[in-house]
């Protein structure tokens, strides 16, 4: 996600290094390198325009600090413009009603369906919604089915009616049928097309209508580029829409359109997909985008990410047992339950600052625990609690049961092993043995 615009405009302010000041004359050509590098973003060319029009005037007009260097006073203006551009700060889901009712709108294939069950996820484990989906796509088959195995999935009921090809009737039933069994959320899912067409706007324009809905949403694929903005405008003029889902933002997406919507549609984006699991839903933060952007990391979204599967009462029972040396392959176990659990390796690597370039190549394999599992899955429970007696006729019994070998099993137990004095000693030195500790680690040798 937005590596090569991450790279050009890392590029575009070196031609700043070494300068005294911020003049017209250094600053054209580093402004000329930014620009193209939002068009090559496919960024819509107005936008682009205006955006470093905007900087320009805003770098030529700020005095420059002896202590910061010309180079980083225009990073600290573009990214406070980037953040603007992206709509300044985010904005939240309308849902107050009773029941809050949520109409999805987006072409076939932007993941609609999909980000419909994601949204009912969100809201039903991080607000304490009831929510109840309402399968609106009466032309597409597969569209019910899909819902209602996502529905089952996230443990949320799916409002059907079997023979019904009336959208707005169906709408309208969902509804009554959420107050009658005391859901407080509603989101109906819609028709898409493979194109917009008149019969699909009169139809979602009815739908609205009828159910007079708190929220639009307005569901797009962002590989689409400059397509996905367009498509945004038609739909904004004919549903005024009030927020956009920007999907697949963890693919080989060029970030044109998350750039772009706000500033082309004067709509804010709400909410990123960035994976395909039903928990890989995101409120979008545009500062935090623009962080990322410009290769700054998003260390408050993976913060917010651990403390969501941080259980107070495990940690401190977890802190006793590291005191105590009695840390456990169970333990470790269940460290990275939770650390799959906060979602896709290279997207919470990418969050660290500095990281994003440094692992722009590397290939991370989701399942890449699978074989550290097998393995623990493979001991015994005696053996998962009491490392100790792992002796060699019970690592080779291992190593087969688990489709690996001698010597992964031998790796794993001494990571372990150097996990649990690592740990240990952070708990009993902490800072007085952080040095020796780094020392000690294989990282830290030079």
Known sequence: MFENLSEKLERSFKLLKGQGKITEINIAETLKEVRRALLNADVNYKTAKIFTETVKQKALGSNVLNAVQPGQMMVKIVHDELAQLMGGESVDVNIKGNPAVILMAGLQGSGKTTHTGKLASLLKNKRGKKPLLVAGDVYRPAAINQLQVLGEQIGVPVYTEEGNNDPVKLAKDGIKHAKANGHDLVIVDTAGRLAIDEQMMNEIAAIKKAITPDEILFVV???????????????????????VILTKLDGDTRGGAALSIRSVVDKPIKFVGMGEKMDALDVFHPSRMADRILGMGDIVSLVERAQEQFDAE?????????????????????????????????????????????????????????????????MTPDERENPAILNGSRRKR???????????????????????????????????NMGRMMQNMPFGRR
């Not at 990275?336 to 290939?363: F, V």
């Open 221 to 243: 694929d962002s590989m689409t580029g400059q397509d996905a903005v367009n498509t945004a405008k038609e739909f904004n003029d004919r549903l005024n829409f009030d927020g």
């Open 314 to 378: 495990e940690a401190r029972k977890l802190q006793k047992k590291i005191a105590k040396n009695q840390f456990s392959f169970n333990d470790f176990l269940s460290q990275i339950q939770q650390i799959k659990k906060m979602g896709n390796l290279k997207d919470l690597a990418g969050m660290i600052p500095g990281m994003g370039k440094a692992i722009k190549n590397m290939d991370f394999d989701d399942d890449a625990f699978k074989g550290i599992e097998a393995i623990i899955y493979s």
């Open 398 to 432: 291992i190593a087969t049961g688990s489709g690996t070998n001698i010597q992964e099993v031998n790796r794993l137990i001494k990571q372990f092993e150097d996990t649990r004095k690592v740990m240990r000693m952070m708990t009993k030195g902490g800072g007085k």
